[in-house]
């Protein structure tokens, strides 16, 4: 057993506790307790104590593309051809090398857990891979190797657009059928720090006799069920031209809307689709430093909580892996749009970024300091320029508006030390592992 000191700690409340002892027992906590002294046998965590992190939203490949998207205009659908030319040149190993980077990178940032929406299968030319989900199980591996847990999120993806053929590097992207995406991620297993889940590209990706097949597997394993929707008004207008209806009356009919199901961006709704996610409890996937960084819009966040929907955080194209800039950002995008100030608690967004999160990835018992719990948890320091000055009534208002991924002083996962002092554990030099995986991907 293992006991940690923290001088604060966010036990859930809209204010932070001080002086709290966490004891840790293999993977699990097995008691939190307030009010404490500093026992001499206990680590000592310096700074607020969190639950970790959950990135509800992440492809690792895209870490690739930083800077490199950011001279010059273009839209989301210029953006995306630069990005298909990295999602073709990826092979198992070279992709193992980029995401144990940005995995490790995700660590120092606080993020525990990461959903990872995987849809690249196959070799450049459509043929599969000997081990057919070499791919995915890279990805798993380098979770492991950063030290970070990961649903991986295997996404069916069969169409170019609505009725519209594959494209370029889209061929490595298919299976064919639902049928056959199911069959091969029926080869997928699960591990102590990875859970598979389903994805749906979009509806632009899985035509409407397709959607059930995926959806039914999930709700069949019991697994999480996540899908990109309306993030640029152009697949809404397809939908509508192709089915007379949007993209979540589309899914809705389809049975892929639900408690473990979570739409990611839903960005342009109506007021039908919001009443339909918020409805069928499906947890809504902000991300919010992407969506500023594509010009997708600000979507209507505060709508779907008001109407019960649940809301998570993610990174998406890891432009910034940063949670605490993505639970800001939902927050100061929606002052931006309602010119009004102080919409969620600092509480709320956290929530978001840990609990909700991780429940929406298929780990309800992660993402809280309680007896029972995984022991996932980070501290946040508060010796930097950013957090000076913090007070202990206001700490929670401060990380969430003030801190940023480099105040992660140290970070548990499963029991596990995976940053200590700001310094990962695993991988000793970050930085040189993402430069040299990301120049070995570019070419
Ligand atoms: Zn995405």
Do not use: K
């Not at 630069?82 to 070279?94: H, I, N």
């Not at 909580?305 to 809301?311: H, I």
């Amino acid at each position: 057993m293992t006991r940690y000191f923290t001088d604060y700690a966010w036990l859930g409340g809209d204010q932070v506790s001080d002086r709290v002892l966490i004891e840790v027992d293999g993977d699990r906590i097995t008691a939190v307790s307030a009010g404490q002294d500093r026992p001499a046998d206990a680590v000592h965590l310096p700074g607020v104590t969190l639950p970790g992190m959950a990135n509800s939203h992440s492809h690792a490949f895209h870490r690739a593309l930083r800077g490199r998207t950011h001279r010059g205009g273009g839209t989301f659908w210029t953006w995306r051809e630069d990005m298909y030319t990295v999602a073709g040149r990826l092979d198992p190993d070279s992709y193992h090398a980029l995401a144990r980077a940005v995995y490790a990178e995700m660590a120092l940032a606080g993020i525990t857990c990461v959903g990872e929406f995987h849809y690249v299968h196959h070799t450049p030319d459509g043929t599969p891979y000997p081990e057919s989900n070499a791919l995915g199980e890279a990805l798993i591996a380098a979770a492991a190797d950063a030290g970070i847990r990961i649903t991986l999120l295997d996404t069916c993806y069969l169409t170019g657009g609505f009725g519209a053929e594959l494209q370029g590097p889209q061929v490595r992207f298919t299976d064919g059928s639902a049928a056959r995406w199911a069959d091969r991620v029926e080869r997928l297993s699960a591990s102590t720090h990875a859970r598979i889940g389903a994805a749906i590209h979009s509806v632009r990706a899985v035509p409407a006799d397709q959607l059930g097949t995926v959806a039914g597997w999930a709700e069949g394993h019991g697994a999480p069920l996540h899908f990109h929707m309306s993030e640029q008004r152009a697949e809404n207008d397809a939908c509508m031209a192709a089915h007379g209806c949007t993209p979540t009356q589309l899914l809705s009919e389809h049975g892929a809307l639900g408690s473990l199901s979570t739409a990611v961006h839903a960005t342009h709704l109506t007021d039908d689709d919001i009443a339909a996610l918020a409805g069928s409890r499906t947890y809504v996937c902000m991300t919010p430093t992407t969506e500023r960084d594509l010009a997708d819009g600000i979507g209507p966040a505060r709508d779907l909580a008001n109407a019960g929907g649940p809301l998570t955080l993610g990174s998406d194209s890891n432009a910034i892996v940063d949670i605490f800039e993505e639970a800001r950002g939902m927050e100061l995008d929606e002052r931006l749009r309602t010119e009004r100030r102080g919409h969620w608690l600092a509480s709320d967004l956290l929530r978001a970024a840990t609990s909700d999160g991780h429940a929406s990835l298929g780990w309800p018992e992660a993402g809280r300091l309680e007896p029972g719990g995984l022991a996932d948890f980070i501290t946040v320091g508060l010796d930097s320029v950013r957090m000076a000055g913090w007070d202990s009534a206001t700490l929670l208002e401060s990380v969430v508006f003030a801190a940023n991924s480099p105040d992660v002083s140290n970070v548990v996962v499963g029991g596990r030390r995976v940053v200590e002092q700001r310094r990962h554990t695993l991988v000793d030099d970050v930085p040189a592992a993402l430069g040299d995986s990301i120049r070995a991907v570019l070419g």
